[in-house]
């Protein structure tokens, strides 16, 4: 049995953090059997979320989880792929992993009409007098790592210019297929789910998440994918 360690769930949404949604969306996608189970990052091989443990396997990364799985259980979603199509799913996952992310990081962690948000998430799942203190290192460690990568270093107008930049070539790349490469799904698609419905569906007032209302095209997306892949559960409240 598959175990994926993961955070908690979050607002309706499956966790989170949109990589765990990641993989849990391709183990449903390829019908692995599994269970989820949060943990803390700190436990993890690589100190965070999310990793797997297949039968005594461990495997962390997220992309390092589904070419595993893939490989191992042969359940390539891309066999049927061309070249160019690989290619531009391998880009629009590091769209969304390296760019959209951090501006969705910004949006929860450090913007300051976020940030009560997370604590009201966060703070009833920890230590309730240790709470306030762990959640200003986090917050503080975060708020450190979206400056390293770079988002971080520019004003709020320009990482939310940024990020809806990313929105608006996802939503191109999209246009009027049920899928991101096509009439079917692919590995890309579960990133996509994940991020996509990470910024639409969670409740973040941001510059970004209002402009997501110009992309009608993404939301109905978003719903085609929940209701394939996660219709035993409700559709979170941020759905439209």
């Not at 199509?85 to 949006?107: K, P």
């Not at 309730?128 to 520019?154: D, E, N």
């Not at 930049?165 to 079917?184: K, N």
């Not at 579960?190 to 639409?200: G, M, P, Q, R």
């Amino acid at each position: 049995m598959i175990t994926l360690y993961q955070g908690p769930p979050a607002w309706g949404l499956p966790n989170i953090s949109p990589f765990a949604i990641k993989v849990e969306t391709f183990l449903r996608m390829v019908d692995l059997p599994y269970k989820a189970r949060p943990v803390d990052p700190r436990k993890g091989p690589r100190q965070k979320i999310p990793w797997i443990d297949d039968d005594g396997v461990i495997v962390a990364d997220s992309q390092l989880i589904v070419d595993y799985l893939s490989q191992k259980y042969r359940c390539d979603l891309d066999q049927d792929l061309s070249a160019e199509q690989r290619a531009l799913g391998h880009a629009l996952r590091r769209m969304l992993e390296e760019g959209a992310y951090f501006v969705g990081l910004y949006a929860r962690w450090i913007d300051p009409e976020g940030w009560p948000l997370i604590k009201a998430l966060l703070g009833p799942l920890l230590p309730r007098l240790l709470a306030p203190m762990i959640l200003r290192i986090l917050r503080k460690k975060i708020t450190a790592q979206a400056y390293a990568q770079g988002t971080g270093r520019h004003p709020p107008a320009d990482i939310y210019k940024l990020g809806s930049a990313d929105l608006e070539a996802a939503a191109t790349l999209l246009g009027d297929q049920p899928y991101f490469l096509g009439d079917e799904p692919s590995s890309v698609d579960a990133t996509a789910f994940a991020f996509l419905t990470s910024l639409l569906w969670a409740p973040f007032d941001s510059p970004m998440s209002r402009r997501a209302a110009d992309f009608p095209q993404l939301d109905r997306y978003c719903h085609r994918m929940w209701q394939r892949y996660y219709a035993d559960r409700p559709l979170p409240d941020g759905a439209s």
